[in-house]
């Protein structure tokens, strides 16, 4: 109980003392009312709101940068993994480690243009989330998208980036965006250099997809698959590789799978 009144005086007129305690309570705005009445009356009751608005002074979360997850570029598509960055985006370090992924991690969630995003890891200065499928696009010269980055004390001011139907990236070997590619036999073996058979790659950022899929979720493990809607062309060196498949990869939320023959 947070309100409190007492009176001083057996008789009226008299003096009521009114006290608040916000032990306890979260930021937030909370309502509650004293109801005064004296026995022998006609005039009743006398209700009285009380309003009390419960701020912190924890520092308020910045967004600095929201980047693609795999290529590390400004260019961003629904259900593209992002990296954002900045600071104060969460009083601890967190990670999901099941699937569907939670749209809530150590007491930070992220939106995009208001709509919740899947994350998988939080800490005070970066954020790895997948940008929701359903997210809106945005013609060119118009206001993009904003996101917004919410801890348990505050909430980011909006932050605007532009969105498109795709924005391809192949995740590298060393998590920079550049360099060797992620890469596998047609038995999942890693490999670093092109086989003489067909070729795994994974990326992010290759827009919608048939079945529509979930952005928490990753692809379907069985037919019907989450295959792209636009295929995308593949570069092996300079020759064009004939890509068999293009989709969601089965589990791996925002992770896309090519299969590829060079």
Known sequence: VW???TSVAQNTPGDVIVSVDPTGLTVGNYSGSIVISASG????SLTIP???VVRSDAPQPIVQAVLNGASYGGNVAPG????????NLANTTGASTT????TSLGGTTVA??????????????????VVPFNLPITPSGYP??????????????????NTSQGSPGLFSVDGTGTG?????????NQIYSVPSGPLILYADGLGPTSPPASSASGGASSEPLNRVVNRPRVFVGDNEATVTFAGLAPGFPGIYQLNVIP
């Open 3 to 5: 309100l409190n009144a």
């Open 41 to 44: 009356t006609e005039g009743g």
């Open 50 to 52: 009380v309003a009390l």
């Open 80 to 87: 593209t993994w992002v990296a954002i960055y900045g600071t």
């Open 99 to 102: 699937v569907p992924l939670p």
């Open 112 to 129: 995009f243009s208001g709509i919740p995003a899947p994350l998988l890891y939080v800490s005070p200065t970066q954020i790895n989330a």
């Open 144 to 161: 993009g998208a904003s996101v917004t980055v919410t801890t348990s004390a505050r909430v980011s001011s909006p932050i605007g980036f």
């Open 180 to 188: 060797t590619a992620v890469a596998f036999d047609s038995s999942f």
